[in-house]
């Protein structure tokens, strides 16, 4: 039986770093040292591979939504080529980046498989290795055909994954769904949970940085402060408020409140979001979050603020219409938030 064919991308962060005086920093020439890596381990459990490395490295601290644009063409690029797909990227904004090609790649045929490091390859002892090694297997599966974050001991689904340590091995969860898969002895996957094949539609269109806002509520919030947000960003076209509970706004600041009546009369997408980390917004459960239902604001479910706001940002380069783009953002489009 031949061999499957998996093209690794290396779009910079953490794995391919090396130490210096100040700290880690990005080293270009991965792909030799990556293959003379592998062949210590031995070739003949791998899929046969091939290494691309950006010739801008990204620096995930760095990263922009122009930068999704960069990895979707490139995956648009070679897709007919490969059988799976590796993408090794920078961990601080590795999960913004997993929903961002979940929307501009779906539906899926094939995996593709996003993992880092949070020791360098270039150090003896890292998590470089396993995570690469278990990330080209799953990239070689029949089964897996949707975006997925490979850290640790855990499989996620791209766009229900976050970061929730910055130290340790197993930095990713998801917090509102179960994991599809756990690394062990063996790749223990849930059939049950894997989004099902279908036939491409790759959209990779080109980002606007100011179309999304993010405002985070807090005690005592000053209106002002988004009344600033929204005078300095003209070309906004939605904004995020992350909120209390279950989605619960200070309705006795009718200024705050006004605003966002205000942002939506005149067609911005106001999306809510909890900032707890489990559990969904309910709109409406209470009094102050029934006022968000009547001034026309979006209830996020369970989405994670990176879903959120790179579900938008794919929207709103995609779409036109206002209204459309808060009915899709209330429907589970690559299986990020319940029904």
Request: proline fraction near 5%.
């Amino acid at each position: 039986m031949m061999k499957k064919r998996v093209l690794i991308v290396y779009t910079g962060g953490t794995f391919g770093m090396v130490p210096s005086d100040q700290g880690y920093v990005p080293m270009t020439g991965l792909a030799d040292r990556l293959v003379a890596r592998l062949q210590v381990f031995g070739l003949d459990d791998l899929p046969e591979f091939e290494v691309l490395e950006f010739g801008k490295l990204i620096d995930s601290s760095n990263l922009t939504p122009a930068d999704w644009t960069r990895i979707g063409n490139c995956l648009r690029d070679h897709w007919a080529q490969y059988d799976g797909f590796v993408i090794l990227h920078g961990t601080d904004t590795m999960a913004y980046t997993a929903s961002a090609l979940s929307f501009m790649l779906q539906p899926l045929d094939k995996p593709v498989i996003i993992t880092g490091s949070q020791i360098p390859l270039a150090e003896l002892r890292n998590d470089a290795d396993i995570n690469l090694i278990t990330s080209m297997q799953l990239a070689a599966r029949d089964d897996i055909h949707e975006v997925c974050i490979c850290f640790g001991n855990r499989i996620l689904r791209g766009n229900r994954a976050v970061k929730v340590n910055s130290m340790d091995l197993a930095a990713f969860d998801s917090p509102n769904m179960a994991w599809l898969g756990s690394v062990g002895i063996d790749i223990n996957m849930r059939d049950d949970l894997l989004l099902e094949a279908g036939v491409p539609d790759i959209q990779v269109p080109e980002y606007d940085p100011d179309a999304v806002l993010v405002f985070t509520l807090y005690p005592g919030v000053n209106h002002q402060l988004l009344q600033a947000m929204l005078d300095i960003s003209p070309r906004a076209r939605a904004l995020i408020i992350r909120s209390y509970g279950v989605g619960n706004p200070p309705d006795a600041n009718q200024e705050l409140m006004q605003l966002l009546e205000q942002a939506c009369a005149r067609g911005l997408v106001v999306v809510n979001l909890t900032q707890c980390q489990q559990g969904p917004v309910v709109q409406g459960a209470y009094a102050t979050g029934a006022t968000l239902n009547r001034i026309g604001v979006v209830g996020g479910s369970d989405l994670t603020l990176e879903a959120t706001f790179a579900k938008l940002h794919w929207l709103l380069a995609t779409r036109s219409d206002p209204q459309e783009v808060r009915q899709l953002m209330a429907t589970p489009l690559r299986g990020e938030c319940r029904c």
